[in-house]
T-cell receptor, first 112, second 114 residues
Framework: QKEVEQNSGPLSVPEGAIASLNCTYS??????FFWYRQYSGKSPELIMS????GDKEDGRFTAQLNKASQYVSLLIRDSQPSDSATYLC????????????FGGGTRVLVKP | GAVVSQHPSRVICKSGTSVKIECRSL??????MFWYRQFPKQSLMLMAT?????????EQGVEKDKFLINHASLTLSTLTVTSAHPEDSSFYIC??????????FGNGTRLTVT
């Protein structure tokens, strides 16, 4: 079983709708999680970090963490065509020297 | 804040030559730097982790003699692809972090070996 799992997509979302991305992880002691966005041919850029259970909002983005169920999600409200990208979920594994483990990414397509 | 500069952004070299890629953290001290490789339409693949002043830790299947990593200071790490071959053509991305802070990526280097 992969350590961080994401649905590869593509997740097709109409413009203005909410895109919901999910990520599950296997390391029960992981403390911190990150969402990155990667446009085709570019390097990933950090969207959000989340460290405790519950929701964290930043603009149109909301990250949700549920440690008991071992999942972290990302909601994108009022999706725009410019949100079309691959979204990577990552967990920080402290025991592995603070190495980030990435999921395979979910490709999101926002259609005008 | 948290800017990571990677250079060059694009390089074309002939088979058998070596290529050096630089990664700098511009506004923070990077206790750890990571080097990734990404082939088209595939996910990031971690190649190695380097801590300042110590030898890099390579992931399984990555040849340490082919991909030389130097992390000489808290702001600079270099990756040298030695004796490059066409199959080494890829997108190489460095990243850096301070402690457990979020990881920040450089803009990547697209390597083409002819």
């Amino acid at each position: 079983q992969k350590e961080v799992e994401q649905n590869s997509g593509p997740l097709s979302v109409p413009e203005g709708a909410i895109a919901s991305l999910n990520c599950t992880y296997s390391d029960r002691v992981s403390q911190s999680f990150f969402w990155y966005r990667q446009y085709s041919g570019k390097s990933p850029e950090l969207i959000m970090s989340i460290y405790s259970n519950g929701d964290k909002e930043d603009g149109r983005f909301t990250a949700q963490l549920n440690k008991a169920s071992q999942y972290v999600s990302l909601l994108i409200r009022d999706s725009q065509p410019s949100d079309s990208a691959t979204y990577l979920c990552a967990e920080n594994i402290k025991a592995a020297g603070n190495k980030l483990t990435f999921g395979g990414g979910t490709r999101v397509l926002v259609k005008p | 804040g948290a800017v990571v500069s990677q250079h060059p952004s694009r390089v074309i070299c002939k088979s058998g030559t070596s290529v050096k890629i630089e990664c700098r953290s511009l506004d923070f001290q990077a206790t750890t730097m990571f080097w990734y490789r990404q082939f088209p339409k595939q996910s990031l693949m971690l190649m190695a982790t380097s801590n300042e002043g110590s030898k890099a830790t390579y992931e399984q299947g990555v040849e340490k003699d082919k991909f030389l990593i130097n992390h000489a200071s808290l702001t600079l790490s270099t990756l040298t692809v030695t004796s490059a071959h066409p199959e080494d053509s890829s997108f190489y991305i460095c990243s850096a972090r301070q402690g457990e802070s979020p990881l920040h990526f450089g803009n990547g280097t697209r390597l083409t070996v002819t």
